[in-house]
């Protein structure tokens, strides 16, 4: 099968080749005598005329095709309002950046509208810290209670009361001192019953 395949490809290149060397004798206004075609006990065939158009190309083509190619080298100037941009329209040098700030509490750079990456590491993990413990004593059960995570000694500040209907889960270390007891507490504001707000303090 596979010499086969080859035997097709060199067939079909070599037709290729020989198509390409008449086209180029036709233009030039070269042919062969019609007596060396009489040596080989080949008839002469009639030649077109040496016009290189539209049939021509198809003939020395036949079922290929054409591979689009650049015809034309791009300048250094193009190459480099490529890579670069250009200031009438788009500039792609390196600019600096004025959307950044820095932090008051560790002295770190960030970007502006987003936390200081640096702060909130500590809350990612000390968050880390609270799946594991609970995951660590809840398993695989399924939570249908509200779970309420302890850090040490805070479990004897809360009346027993606290703890009915709730799955307690304990962390051995002491709370962050930046980790308020408030953030975990849900609000005891009533919603509001009107979109208005009216503004207050004003003078």
């Known amino acids: 099968m596979q010499n086969m395949l ?14 390409v060397i008449d086209a180029v004798e036709l233009s030039l206004g070269r042919c062969n005598p019609p007596e060396a075609f ?6 002469p065939q009639t030649k077109s005329s040496p016009s290189f158009g539209l049939n021509t190309i198809k ?7 054409l591979f689009a190619v650049p015809k034309h080298r791009r300048t250094l100037e193009r190459r480099h309002k490529r890579k670069y941009g250009h200031p009438d329209y788009v500039l792609k040098i390196l600019l600096p950046r004025k ?9 770190d750079d960030y970007e502006a509208g987003v936390l200081c990456p640096t702060c909130y590491k500590k809350v990612i993990d000390e968050t880390k810290e609270m799946q594991d413990a609970i995951q660590n004593e ?7 209670k509200e779970v ?3 850090y040490n000694g805070e479990k ?10 709730k799955r307690i889960v304990e962390v051995n270390k002491p709370r962050p001192a930046w980790f308020s007891k408030n953030l975990l507490q849900q609000t005891t504001q009533k919603e509001a019953e009107t979109a208005n707000v009216k503004p207050t303090d004003l003078g």
């Open 6 to 19: 080859l035997h097709r490809m060199v067939t079909r290149v070599s037709s290729v080749v020989y198509r």
């Open 38 to 43: 009489a040596l080989v006990g080949v008839q």
């Open 59 to 65: 003939d020395i083509i036949g079922d290929g095709f």
């Open 99 to 107: 959307d950044l700030k820095v932090c008051n509490v560790c002295g």
């Open 138 to 144: 809840l398993k695989l059960d399924p939570v249908e």
């Open 148 to 150: 309420v995570v302890l």
């Open 156 to 165: 004897n500040d809360k009346p027993q009361e606290f703890f009915d209907g």
